[in-house]
């Protein structure tokens, strides 16, 4: 029915107009949502406005602590919380996601190696998501023995995960 409409409407030519500036309107207002939170991210990563979360992970057999699960957090200028599903996306689409690896692996090792030492069990994983595309470069793997080399974290302790944006947008 809805088909028909546009049909009818259209006979008048104001009707496919209108519908037409509708979805512009949309496809608009969607690009500078994007750009916004673009800009957000750039912001965040300038003004240090992003952060990490150690989420505890259990066995559950055991009920034994075997890790964490480190988590991404941004606020935005105002303190609200902004989520990895709104910021993971635009990052892998403008490449900010490089940037962003870059700062949660270094944030990470440093701030995992801290928490490692707070540990009774030393036999503890810090799991860290990486973009598949940040995994795929050539010097990855150099990038990670370079955030090492700041601590003395041991890398038996660090497990690389691959962010789920499939998932989150």
Same mark, same amino acid.
């Given at each position: ?6 049909? /009818?409407? +259209? ?8 519908? $037409? #500036?509708? /979805?512009? !309107? ?9 750009? =916004?939170?673009?800009? /957000?991210?750039?912001?965040?990563? +300038?003004? !240090? ?6 989420? @505890?992970?259990?066995?559950? #057999?055991?009920? #034994? $602590?075997?890790?964490?699960?480190? $988590? &991404? ?10 989520? @990895?599903?709104?910021?993971? @996306? ?5 490449? &900010?996601?490089?940037? *962003? ?28 998501? *990486?973009? =598949?595309?940040?995994? &795929?470069?050539?010097?990855? /793997?150099?990038? *990670? #023995?370079?955030?090492? =080399?700041?601590? !003395?974290?041991? @890398? ?5 995960? *691959? ?7």
């Amino acid at each position: 029915q809805g088909i028909n409409s546009i049909e /009818v409407d +259209s006979n008048s030519g104001k009707g496919i107009k209108e519908t $037409l #500036k509708f /979805v512009q !309107d949309i496809m608009q207002e969607d690009l500078e949502n994007k750009l =916004a939170m673009e800009s /957000v991210i750039r912001d965040g990563l +300038s003004k !240090d406005r992003f952060y990490l979360a150690f989420q @505890p992970q259990y066995d559950a #057999k055991t009920k #034994k $602590l075997h890790g964490f699960e480190v $988590l &991404l957090r941004l606020t935005d200028e105002n303190g609200k919380k902004i989520s @990895p599903a709104q910021i993971i @996306p635009i990052a892998e689409r403008s490449n &900010l996601i490089f940037d *962003i690896d870059n700062w949660v692996l270094s944030h990470a090792i440093i701030e995992g190696s801290r928490l490692l030492e707070q540990c009774a069990d030393k036999d503890i994983t810090i799991s860290i998501n *990486i973009s =598949a595309r940040h995994i &795929l470069e050539r010097n990855f /793997v150099e990038k *990670i #023995k370079n955030c090492l =080399a700041l601590t !003395d974290f041991d @890398p038996r302790h660090i497990e690389i995960e *691959i962010t789920e944006s499939l998932y989150l947008g």
